[in-house]
């Protein structure tokens, strides 16, 4: 694929080194188009050296194959990372003083651009409204992340990372569907993720192994869509930009925060390992292991069952059918069944709309970066997905959402 990459006059600039690398590593052909400003921050034999092509802001060089016009025309993705307020404004007004710009007006291919400025930059009515403009011409404007920004300034405005400005790009790139024209554009997402944990003492705690970049992935590849999303997690991973987050610990936490964004979400994904138990008493002190074996004065564990969360949403939400709620089903094979015999009984108690079923184990899936899962909606034959990638799987997960929402 014939890439262009632009890259705006900001600080966040050596960012798009990374993405470079990421495109050229796949195999793409890419040209860089940076801005005289950008070349500031980053200098033109950096770019060369990255994209093994020579490197130009100028309409003014090698006139005679007329760049300006020829780029854009070329060109299969045009990807503008970091875009400044300023490339932002003349994008939106159609503006062309430069090669970049030259480029964004010639191109007929989709464009993609990631924004990165300060907080009250992002924010302002000007910046606003060129956006809107923007994105009502078919442009995907990405939503920035929030942190640390120049200086000791924190907010949203952030450059998201390179490696999700990729996985967005990836559905251009792979013709994974997706992209802001998708059923979930406009939507309200609420996606739960991680494992939750259940306290003992201070220091100690009931919980599993997952990672939560299931979860994780499922809300970067909604928010890719056009989606609003709101992540409910126990997990510490950098949050894709365009997500909100809702930060929780134990099941009770997370079913209260679930119920209280149920009654405004269209879709629910509960992705989030929920303990099955928690101890019945926390102790305020640390337990003292100090306790000879047998000793009937040592302490015992008493547990009590946790919530259903998955099924109080079902119910909750009575004969309407919405909002559209995904289950997550962690399962191991056994005396009883395999893993879809175990699925097939959960979808049937659960009575979600889509269950996801997910081989777990030793080494396998928790923590992963890879899955394989099983997509089971009521009254059909389960859809095999992986071993994948899990930003694939999150892709696939949408997929099989929009159907059922178109």
Known sequence: MRIVLGVGGGIAAYKACTLLRRFTECGHDVTVVPTASALKFVGAPTWAALSGKPVSDQVWDDVHRVPHVRIGQQADLVVVAPATADLLAKAAHGLADDLLTNTLLTARCPVVLAPAMHTEMWTHPATVANVSTLRERGI??????????????????????????????????????????DELNGKHVVISAGGTREPLDPVRYLGNRSSGKQGYALAAAAAR?????????????????????????????????????????????MAAAVADFRPAQVSAAKIKKGFAAGDPDAPTVELVRNPDILAGLVEARGDSRTPYIVGFAAETGDEHGDVLTHARAKLERKKCDLLVANEVGDGVTFGQDTSTVHLMRPGQEPVTVGPADKNLIADTVWDAVGQDLS
């Not at 609003?228 to 079913?255: I, N, Q, Y």
């Open 140 to 181: 995907d404007v990405i939503e920035p992340a929030s942190g640390r920004l120049t200086g000791a300034d924190t907010g949203p405005g952030r450059l998201p990372e390179p490696e999700d400005i990729f996985e967005h790009c990836r559905c251009y790139i792979e013709g994974v569907s997706g992209g802001p024209n």
């Open 225 to 269: 869509r056009g989606a609003r999303v709101t992540l409910v997690s126990t997990a510490s991973l950098p949050l894709p930009g365009g997500v909100d987050l809702v930060k929780v610990e134990t099941a009770l936490e997370l079913e209260r925060e679930m119920k209280a964004l149920a009654g405004g979400a269209d879709v629910i994904v």
